[in-house]
């Protein structure tokens, strides 16, 4: 069958184990221990912005991740699976922004504006998997320096 005009924009899934982003690219930064399944950037589709979606499961440690800033705005969501109430995230997530905590329990989204310090970023007491996506607001590589 031929390729379809648009065929190229979509991600199929690829889900992985559960592994630690590392790389010069981090900075030697602590790094959560994820169940990574979609991801997009502009290697994968040119001109595309950066995208990851990652599973945490129920009873795991995903570790943390180390303070830093992104020259790019930044949108980070946790979403809770209990279908009988869509609002609660099924473990506690907590997140700094500069000098700020935050707590939740229940599904969110933070928008973290360009050279605002964020993180550390921790979720414990995992009762059930929580789908994890972070969406780095360029077309250009990720970058991330640490602050901490």
């Not at 229940?106 to 050279?115: A, C, K, N, Q």
Request: with cysteine; aromatic share 10%; net charge negative.
């Amino acid at each position: 069958m031929a390729e379809l005009k648009y065929e190229k924009y979509f991600i199929k899934g690829h889900a992985s184990p559960p592994v630690r982003a590392t790389g010069d690219r981090f900075g030697g930064m602590d790094t959560p221990k994820l169940h990574h399944v979609l991801g997009l950037n502009s290697r994968r589709i040119e001109g595309a912005i950066m995208m990851n979606c990652s599973w945490v499961l129920a009873g795991e440690d995903p570790g943390k991740m180390d303070a830093h800033v992104h020259p790019y705005p930044e949108v980070i969501g946790f979403i809770g699976t209990n279908p009988d109430d869509l609002n609660e995230l099924g473990a506690e997530a907590e997140i700094w922004m500069e000098d700020e905590k935050y707590t939740f329990t229940e599904t969110f989204l933070v928008y973290v504006p360009e050279g605002v310090r964020h993180c550390p970023l921790i979720v414990r007491d995992i009762k059930r998997p929580i789908l994890h996506f972070d969406l780095q607001l360029t077309t250009g590589d990720f970058t991330a320096a640490p602050t901490g």
